[in-house]
């Protein structure tokens, strides 16, 4: 998808701002540890990624989103636990073009037989299409 350039220091001052608790106390802590050095958004993440969540509990993960498919899900449901698995499979998605494939390989057979012929430019243009062809069925049933 694409991306607007951000500084580094800056997306991790805004993810910073949302932590909380024990993420906010480890965060004081790492701060405090790197004093003046800007952390990049990559280390801030790795960093984050190690502190709470294992090796295993991220391979359980990107196995769960390579095996993730709607089934009885909404389009919207199925869209948004597509969404917070994808930080553990991020690899296999390195264009928007593969969002929207992989998204679509999960859906109904129903749906993904509706969109077949079409191509999209944009994961938006894409679920929307989807919402739009679910609601038509939803309402034909």
Same mark, same amino acid.
């Given at each position: 998808?694409? &991306?607007?350039?951000?500084?580094?220091?800056?997306?991790?001052?805004?993810?910073?701002?949302?932590?909380?608790?024990?993420?906010?106390?480890?965060?004081?802590?790492?701060?405090?540890?790197?004093?003046?050095?800007?952390?990049?958004?990559?280390?801030?993440r790795?960093?984050?990624?190690?502190?709470?969540?294992s090796?295993?509990?991220?391979k359980?993960?990107? &196995?769960?989103?390579?095996?993730?498919?709607?089934?009885?899900?909404t $389009? *919207?449901?199925?869209?948004?636990?597509?969404?917070?698995?994808?930080?553990?499979?991020?690899?296999?998605?390195?264009?928007?073009?593969?969002?929207?494939?992989? *998204?679509?390989?999960?859906?109904?057979?129903e749906l993904?037989?509706?969109?077949?012929?079409?191509?999209?430019?944009? $994961?938006?243009?894409?679920?929307?299409?989807?919402?739009?062809?679910?609601? $038509?069925?939803?309402?034909?049933?």
């Amino acid at each position: 998808m694409d &991306q607007i350039a951000v500084p580094a220091e800056f997306r991790v001052d805004c993810a910073t701002l949302l932590l909380s608790n024990r993420a906010q106390t480890w965060w004081d802590i790492v701060k405090e540890r790197r004093a003046a050095k800007t952390l990049r958004w990559r280390d801030f993440r790795t960093k984050f990624e190690n502190q709470y969540y294992s090796c295993q509990h991220r391979k359980i993960k990107e &196995q769960e989103f390579l095996t993730l498919t709607q089934g009885d899900m909404t $389009v *919207l449901e199925y869209e948004r636990w597509f969404q917070d698995l994808f930080m553990f499979a991020f690899v296999y998605l390195p264009t928007e073009q593969h969002w929207i494939e992989r *998204l679509r390989d999960g859906l109904q057979q129903e749906l993904r037989m509706g969109l077949a012929a079409l191509e999209f430019l944009t $994961v938006r243009d894409f679920i929307e299409a989807t919402q739009s062809l679910e609601a $038509v069925a939803v309402a034909g049933q």
